[in-house]
C-alpha cells in the first residue's frame, strides 16, 4: 500500500521556520516528481513547490520563491520542505504529492499538515 505521511507542520510566529518532512512508502519514488501543495480556510489547493526525480530541479510559486526550498532524500525516500521567514499568509493544511510513471498529474497524496503562521 502506497502511503505519504506529512510531518513537521503547527504552530510559528511570523518570521520563523518550519521544517515539513513528507515519508513515502509502499513504492519508491527515486523516480517520480514529487510537490508540495497547500490549501488554506476558504481556497483552493495551490502549488508550492516540486522537485523532479532526482532532485535534478526545482520549482517554486512565486508567493514563497527565496523562502522555502524543497529536497529529497532518495535513500530515506522522504521530501522535505524548509519553511523560512513564514508570514501569516502561509497558514494553510500543506500536502504532500508524487508523480505515478514519471506522469504529468499527481497521482498520490498525503493527508496533509497544517501549518499556522501568527502574527
Known amino acids: 500500500q502506497v502511503q505519504l505521511v506529512e510531518s513537521g507542520g503547527g504552530l510559528v510566529q511570523a518570521g520563523g521556520s518550519l521544517r515539513l518532512s513528507c515519508a513515502a512508502s509502499?513504492?519508491?519514488?527515486?523516480?517520480?516528481?514529487m510537490g508540495w501543495f497547500r490549501q488554506a480556510p476558504g481556497k483552493e489547493r495551490e502549488f508550492v513547490a516540486r522537485?523532479?526525480?532526482?532532485?535534478?530541479?526545482?520549482y517554486y510559486a512565486d508567493s514563497v520563491k527565496g523562502r522555502f526550498t524543497i529536497s529529497r532524500d532518495l535513500a530515506k525516500n522522504t521530501v522535505y520542505l524548509q519553511m523560512n521567514s513564514l508570514k501569516p499568509e502561509d497558514t494553510a493544511v500543506y500536502y504532500c504529492?508524487?508523480?505515478?510513471?514519471?506522469?504529468?498529474?499527481?497521482?498520490?497524496w498525503g493527508q496533509g499538515t497544517q501549518v499556522t503562521v501568527s502574527s
Open positions: 504529492a508524487a508523480t505515478r510513471n514519471n506522469g504529468v498529474s499527481y497521482a498520490y
Open positions: 509502499g513504492r519508491t519514488f527515486s523516480s517520480e516528481t
Open positions: 522537485i523532479t526525480r532526482g532532485g535534478g530541479r526545482t
